[in-house]
């Protein structure tokens, strides 16, 4: 009888809800769509990490509402009012380069191509969810809510030794969760960082102490994670993203504040993390003056050298140096990438390449300084009863955190490491955009 009650509810339940998006579709049909983008995307984001499928087919779902919500509000669009759009031209230009020069255009074209449903469509999916606070801070809890149920994963893989999503052994000793190796860190590590801003959410209605447990509780999971994976890149990523965020909130000219603590208060995060690893052995001075990478940069390097003005093509770095007659000293015969995005685009795509792929990169990264600081300093001097800018502030440190996590991690077109930085540039380009505008109606 029990049973039968509640599946009576639930059906009327959701034909209530059917019924009411009916009537929303009829009477308000931008709104409704920008419903769906929004409500697709969150889940993109709250379940990244859930399996290579769900990163395929979530992006195109968000494309579609993104189209029909740009049918009937175009003009109220981020991207109708985005007066930097040709930063991304540089970034298709690089695209295109690093395909037609390539000694094997298909295979470029097919390497590169793998970011069309995902990275290469995000940014413009993201900007658009950010219409108030409420967005920002609903999309902050996706990411809070990522980190907890992938940083439980980790804990339980720790303790059985797989992980209860995919069924992923360690890796090497290493934690792996639902990625399946132990770059998860670096994932891990990009999440906490927008994730960190629940901080300020609590604070609104937590004391200090009560906030300093509840953080800790939810995204303590996922730093034990981020340890248990002993990802390096993503430790630096998120030391740095600390540096980045005492540079923005810096309020005088003093260079001791602007430079020396920063970077003092960084690298003791980072002396922190390295201790706290249990794979001590990854961390050690031997290890990483032996580590592979810099023979890895130096073959990138040599390719560059071979190739310099439009590089040797996307997805060619293997192909490129055994042409040369070379091979790597540690890593195995069949490594694809340097493990540095920025010899990965130097010998891809050569100088004709790479300096549009930086302006794109770096572009967005100085033009949504600009405009995210202004307000962040506002409220964190008390003159703005809000968290808008504090919320978008994080994002643009996930993205300047992502180019830190770079330096030594990666391929560019990787797909899901692409996905969540360009996820995190379009939130800030949306923040930023609508945030100026709600301050300059006129």
Same mark, same amino acid.
């Given at each position: 009888?029990?049973?039968?009650?509640?599946?009576?509810?639930?059906?009327?339940?959701?034909?209530?809800?059917?019924?009411?998006?009916?009537?929303?579709?009829?009477?308000?049909?931008?709104?409704?769509?920008?419903?769906?983008?929004?409500?697709?995307?969150?889940?993109? @984001? !709250? %379940?990244? $990490?859930? #399996?290579?499928? +769900?990163?395929?087919?979530?992006?195109?779902? &968000?494309?579609?509402?993104?189209? *029909?919500?740009?049918?009937?509000?175009?003009?109220?669009?981020?991207?109708?009012?985005?007066?930097?759009?040709?930063?991304?031209?540089?970034?298709?230009?690089?695209?295109?380069?690093?395909?037609?020069?390539?000694?094997?255009?298909?295979?470029?074209?097919?390497?590169?191509?793998?970011?069309?449903?995902?990275?290469?469509?995000?940014?413009?999916?993201?900007?658009?969810?950010?219409?108030?606070?409420?967005?920002?801070?609903?999309?902050?809890?996706?990411?809070?809510?990522?980190?907890?149920?992938?940083?439980?994963?980790?804990?339980?893989?720790?303790?059985?030794?797989?992980?209860?999503?995919?069924?992923?052994?360690?890796?090497?000793?290493?934690?792996?969760?639902?990625?399946?190796?132990?770059?998860?860190?670096?994932?891990?590590? @990009? !999440? %906490?960082? $927008?994730? #960190?801003?629940? +901080?300020?959410?609590?604070?609104?209605?937590? &004391?200090?102490?009560?906030?300093? *447990?509840?953080?800790?509780?939810?995204?303590?999971?996922?730093?034990?994670?981020?340890?248990?994976?002993?990802?390096?890149?993503?430790?630096?990523?998120?030391?740095?993203?600390?540096?980045?965020?005492?540079?923005?909130?810096?309020?005088?000219?003093?260079?001791?504040?602007?430079?020396?603590?920063?970077?003092?208060?960084?690298?003791?995060?980072?002396?922190?993390?390295?201790?706290?690893?249990?794979?001590?052995?990854?961390?050690?001075?031997?290890?990483?003056?032996?580590?592979?990478?810099?023979?890895?940069?130096?073959?990138?390097?040599?390719?560059?050298?071979?190739?310099?003005?439009?590089?040797?093509?996307?997805?060619?770095?293997?192909?490129?140096?055994?042409?040369?007659?070379?091979?790597?000293?540690?890593?195995?015969?069949?490594?694809?990438?340097?493990?540095?995005?920025?010899?990965?685009?130097?010998?891809?795509?050569?100088?004709?390449?790479?300096?549009?792929?930086?302006?794109?990169?770096?572009?967005?990264?100085?033009?949504?300084?600009?405009?995210?600081?202004?307000?962040?300093?506002?409220?964190?001097?008390?003159?703005?009863?809000?968290?808008?800018?504090?919320?978008?502030?994080?994002?643009?440190?996930?993205?300047?955190?992502?180019?830190?996590?770079?330096?030594?991690?990666?391929?560019?077109?990787?797909?899901?490491?692409?996905?969540?930085?360009?996820?995190?540039?379009?939130?800030?380009?949306?923040?930023?955009?609508?945030?100026?505008?709600?301050?300059?109606?006129?």
């Amino acid at each position: 009888m029990r049973l039968r009650h509640l599946l009576t509810w639930s059906f009327a339940r959701a034909a209530g809800v059917a019924a009411q998006l009916a009537a929303l579709h009829e009477g308000n049909p931008a709104e409704f769509w920008f419903a769906g983008l929004f409500w697709s995307f969150w889940a993109t @984001l !709250a %379940l990244f $990490p859930i #399996g290579y499928g +769900w990163r395929e087919a979530m992006p195109p779902a &968000c494309l579609v509402c993104l189209l *029909l919500y740009y049918r009937h509000a175009w003009a109220c669009s981020v991207l109708a009012r985005l007066q930097v759009l040709p930063l991304f031209y540089c970034f298709w230009a690089m695209l295109l380069i690093g395909v037609l020069f390539s000694g094997q255009p298909v295979h470029s074209l097919l390497h590169a191509g793998t970011g069309i449903n995902k990275g290469f469509i995000l940014p413009f999916i993201a900007m658009e969810c950010v219409r108030e606070e409420k967005d920002l801070r609903r999309l902050v809890w996706a990411c809070v809510f990522a980190c907890f149920w992938q940083g439980l994963d980790g804990v339980w893989q720790a303790y059985s030794g797989w992980d209860f999503i995919m069924g992923y052994p360690l890796s090497a000793g290493r934690l792996t969760g639902s990625l399946g190796d132990y770059p998860v860190g670096n994932y891990i590590a @990009l !999440a %906490l960082i $927008p994730a #960190g801003a629940l +901080w300020f959410i609590l604070r609104e209605k937590f &004391c200090r102490a009560v906030s300093v *447990l509840l953080v800790a509780a939810i995204l303590g999971p996922a730093c034990y994670l981020l340890l248990g994976a002993a990802a390096r890149s993503g430790m630096l990523a998120l030391s740095a993203a600390m540096a980045f965020w005492w540079w923005l909130v810096r309020q005088d000219d003093c260079a001791l504040r602007r430079y020396c603590l920063p970077i003092v208060a960084s690298s003791g995060l980072l002396v922190l993390l390295f201790a706290l690893t249990p794979r001590q052995s990854l961390l050690s001075s031997a290890t990483v003056l032996a580590d592979g990478r810099w023979n890895l940069w130096e073959l990138a390097w040599r390719v560059f050298c071979d190739n310099p003005w439009f590089g040797a093509g996307a997805g060619q770095y293997n192909a490129a140096f055994r042409a040369l007659g070379l091979t790597p000293s540690y890593d195995p015969i069949t490594i694809s990438h340097p493990h540095n995005v920025y010899l990965d685009l130097l010998y891809a795509h050569g100088i004709v390449g790479f300096v549009p792929g930086m302006v794109f990169l770096f572009g967005f990264l100085f033009w949504g300084c600009r405009r995210v600081r202004p307000g962040l300093l506002a409220e964190w001097r008390g003159k703005a009863d809000s968290l808008y800018w504090r919320l978008a502030a994080a994002f643009w440190v996930g993205y300047a955190g992502w180019l830190v996590n770079g330096i030594f991690g990666h391929d560019f077109y990787r797909t899901w490491w692409l996905a969540l930085a360009m996820s995190y540039l379009g939130i800030m380009i949306g923040s930023a955009v609508n945030g100026i505008q709600s301050e300059n109606p006129s």
